[in-house]
């Protein structure tokens, strides 16, 4: 993309990710690289907050114009071939151990309000995009559905792994999952475990656009282009998804809920098998490098 700013006047201090405005596209993206592996860290979960609440203001600011700077928000990742591994095992693994419901919910209600605010667009006149240009499982797969439209290079992987440890993704898959495909195929894909490709999804109907290996941000200025041709409808179209397939707030809290004490009875194979997951999780992004590198 072009002409790309950090915001200016920004009070927050972006720690683990990069914030960029493109005007001329009326475009905010938010480039995820969170330490010490690509995870939804506290941190990471702080600067989407910043980020949703900038760009509300923002728009908010501008009422009385009929095309605002900021049209569009996208989710993206500054990592080479990653675009998130979801929830932080490591942090699962310490809260659970401690028999710590408090602060289990109170991570997860934070995932769970970031995703809301992107599937919402902020309940202004704003599109959510997410851009998967790597691999995407567990809650980076449900922060990917929570926008409303998901743009995947063919060839990436996503999934939700979390069958595995004999627990559900209970952030938000299966509610954004079931506002886009059957509820029963939706359950399928939560308890396969596995990981599909995004030509799979694609044909699903879970990815919304294909873009070639290494064209995501191609095919983002594209599909945008092509949606201000039509902006009338694409409006109008945002406006009954949020009047008549809205995922409310309170359908997440109550399924996280559920996920929380489903997560504090784990036994030790289980949580064993999350650290053999945390392992594999820092191998695999052991030599990965931010694309700003």
């Not at 996920?259 to 949580?271: F, K, Q, T």
Request: glycine letters at 8%; a negative charge; proline letters at 4%.
């Amino acid at each position: 993309m072009s002409n790309l700013f950090q915001f200016p006047e920004a009070s927050h201090v972006y720690q683990q990710s990069e914030v960029e405005l493109d005007r001329e596209l009326g475009v905010a993206t938010l480039n995820m690289a969170p330490q010490p592996r690509p995870a939804f860290t506290p941190e990471l979960l702080a600067d989407i907050e910043a980020f949703q609440k900038e760009v509300a203001h923002r728009v908010r600011q501008q009422p009385q114009r009929r095309s605002p700077d900021i049209r569009y928000m996208v989710l993206a990742s500054n990592l080479d071939g990653i675009y998130n591994f979801g929830g932080d095992l490591s942090r699962f693994l310490s809260l659970i151990r401690a028999g710590d419901r408090e602060g289990l919910l109170g991570y997860a209600l934070a995932c769970v309000r970031a995703g809301h605010r992107f599937s919402v667009g902020m309940d202004l006149p704003l599109t959510s995009l997410a851009l998967v240009e790597g691999r995407a499982q567990g809650g980076g797969l449900e922060a990917a559905l929570s926008c409303n439209v998901v743009i995947a290079e063919k060839g990436t992987q996503m999934g939700f792994p979390e069958v595995l440890f004999n627990l559900f993704p209970g952030m938000g898959a299966y509610s954004y999952l079931s506002r886009r495909i059957a509820p029963s195929l939706a359950e399928r894909m939560i308890l396969s475990g596995r990981l599909y490709e995004a030509e799979e999804l694609y044909e699903m109907g879970v990815v919304d656009v294909l873009a070639e290996p290494g064209q995501g941000r191609e095919k983002l200025v594209e599909y945008i282009a092509e949606a201000e041709k039509h902006s009338s409808v694409h409006g109008l179209l945002r406006r009954i998804h949020s009047s008549h397939n809205r995922v409310p707030f309170e359908e997440l809290r109550d399924i996280t809920e559920l996920w929380v004490d489903s997560a504090l009875g784990l036994g030790e194979r289980e949580l064993r098998t999350m650290e053999r997951l945390v392992r594999a999780q820092d191998r695999r992004t052991g030599q990965k490098l931010s694309r700003a590198e």
